[in-house]
């Protein structure tokens, strides 16, 4: 097993105990969590090629909606 699959197997790990904190606690390590996924993506997308990180990517998007969604309209300026 490589590394970017063990670490992304850690990261899918750790996003589901951060689930289960209380919402004033998930902040900071959501926030880790969301910069830390598109560099397994992308290194999960070396390594195995690139059907493998479009799967990543919509399974990062479905787990972070809202909050990419806020930042979304935050950009743009309608929130």
Excluded: E
């Amino acid at each position: 097993m490589s590394i970017s699959l063990t670490l992304s197997c850690i990261w899918v790990l750790l996003a589901t105990l951060v689930a289960f904190l209380p919402m004033r606690h998930q902040y900071r390590p959501g926030f880790a969590l969301l910069i830390a996924a598109p560099v397994l993506i992308v290194w999960l997308g070396y390594d195995y090629g690139w059907v493998w990180s479009v799967m990543a990517v919509l399974a990062f998007v479905s787990m972070f909606r809202n909050p990419l969604s806020y930042c979304w309209r935050k950009w743009r300026g309608t929130v």
